[in-house]
């Protein structure tokens, strides 16, 4: 299990490791704000679908297998990154990014989970969720600081730092086995699983509203900063510290990892609720840091974003798992991320536009007012979730309880027979 988060926080930082550069590859290349735009965008276009093939047929494939090409495509995409000279390049290394790490995570939970015993399954859940987190503020914090005090080739040398850690993921990799794929060789090989959701049909409301629904707000909200931040810190707050937007989202998304420890609030819909009102609470703190220019407001909003973040994945992803039959579980995780990442589409696709008319301070406020609409419809429904999820329990304490009075009943009689 070691060796594959560490497969995992390495891809992590990979995917958004660039995050911090795109001011630079703005002002080099002259794009515009809309071009901007676009190259965020089409990471998030090519990462959805690879996501939903790959998790569909990653297991007909070997999972195994896919990951390597998944970490293949990262270092090939970090080589472009790095020997481009012309603004297609980019463009190019991003839709590559976003292929690898679509395809990655449509497989790495499953393969991750048949790396670990059926006990244990829950903690590596948890685990990798913290492991994605950490990576991804690790990767622009990384960047950031090599930008601002390694004063050397800034489009080149943090790359180098990329391609070695990509390196030790892939060598992590071949040290793994897929057991499952070894045992099905020379086996007639079965028709391909159809391209679906796989979300079962008893648990889809629940799963849509209380585990797909705040994954894709949190994502929404959290793309703004990962988008914007860079953008937000120089021209609205005039810091010139290429590593402060870094530092930001190491605090954003780092931060909300470690914030999951945190013993508070324990009981998983209590603890749903809560998060997603700080993540809310924390966006609008973001928002108002522009209008006031405090960098002060800003530091505090993202913290407080953070520890909503931290809460809204740890619960929303132990839901995704939690709710489906094992059978089914790989196909709703996968799910769950295919929503999550949805959501980095809305704020950059939504900030392109509105800033067609309005500034960016003014098109935030408005990303952001649509998003607590969503806030507040999933608090709702969290009145509804907490009666099935009550009630789910006591069905699960009392099938418990059954299979404990066999087991007796049969220790019982075969102790009278003997």
Known sequence: MKRMLWIILMMSIGATFTSPLFPLYQERYHLSSLQITILFAVYALFLLPSLLVSGSRGSGW???????????ISILATLVFMGSQQAWLVYAARILEGIAYGTFTGTAVAFLLKQTPGDKIPLAITLSGITVSVGFGLGPALTGLVIQYLHLMPLRVPFWLLTALLVTAWMALETLKDADFLAQKGKPKAAP????LGVPSEISPHFWSFSALPIFTLFTLNGIILSLIPSFVKSVLHSSNLSVSGLLILLLLGGGALLQLLPLASEPVTRLRLGIALLSIGAWLVVFSGSTGSIVLLW???LVQALGSGWTFQISLRLAGELPHAEARSKVITTFYLAGYAGFIVPVVGTGVLTYFFDLHVSLVVLNILASLLVL??????VRFRRYYAARKQ??????????????????QGAMTS
């Not at 699983?193 to 679906?196: C, D, F, K, M, R």
């Not at 419809?377 to 969290?382: C, E, H, I, P, Q």
Request: charged letters at 20%; proline letters at 2%; a positive charge.
């Open 300 to 302: 505090i909003g993202v």
């Open 395 to 412: 069905e699960e304490i009392r099938l418990a309880h059954s299979k404990a009075k066999l087991a007796a009943a049969g220790a019982d």
């Open 377 to 382: 419809y999933v608090l709702g429904y969290s």
């Open 62 to 72: 070997g999972l195994k297998r896919v990951l390597r090409i998944s970490i293949w």
């Open 193 to 196: 699983a159809p391209i679906s």
